[in-house]
């Protein structure tokens, strides 16, 4: 397994930078950045239900609205289906916590788990398994950064992730990745094949959105997805 070499850092400035640019508000200082590890993971969510994701030490919390929710809910069922159909492995939804390298533990709002990743078929008893999956679903909050996202997705593919999608709510639009320079983004008249991962699997993307309308922006509010300088979110259109 690959692993994350430790970081210091001379600001707070400089640390939220190499987290993607995240909000301030989504770090924790206690324990301290760079200090954290596994057991805090588990032991604040024990205690307040919130979820935090492990970067280099750092607790970072995960951001998802009520409307992102309830479209993970439905894409969860849309594949759950196919999978358990096909008896190709299980699925984890947004508090499953994974280790991808030391010292990094991310939670994929959807992630695909292959029995062929299991010899024995049996689901991992621990909080946190030292299992990377064979597919990543991240469904864009407006919390996300466009730098944040282009981390996680290196570091999905680093870890032996074989596929990533962005879901994108506003947009309308599944990109799928299958390597962090190499994808194709899908609209609503499209169809989403789950390729080598789920094969045979066919599902319309405006399906994944009916019923969901994109959400409205406030006034002078730039599209989410786009950073200071028009750059576009990864899976967010190309």
Known sequence: MASVPARRFETMADLLEDLGNVSPRRV????????ATERDVVR????????????????????????????????????????????LGFLTGPDGAVRLMPRLVRIPDIAFISWDQLPAREIPAEPIPDLAPAL??????????????????????????????????DRRTVTVYTAPDRSVTLNEGDTLDGGDVLPGLSLPVRQVFAGRRPRERAAGRPARGRGKKGKRRPGAGG
């Open 28 to 35: 924790r200082l206690d324990p301290p950045p760079g200090k």
């Open 44 to 87: 604040i969510h024990d205690r307040t239900g919130r979820l935090y994701e492990l970067v280099d030490g750092t607790l970072v919390e995960k951001v998802m609205g009520f409307s992102e929710s309830a479209l993970t809910c439905e894409f969860i069922r849309l594949l759950g289906n196919f999978v358990v159909e096909r008896g």
């Open 136 to 169: 990543a679903v991240e469904v864009l909050s407006e919390g996300n950064t466009p730098a944040e996202m282009e981390r996680k997705l290196k570091e999905y593919f680093l870890s032996g992730v074989r596929v990533v999608w962005f879901v994108d709510p």
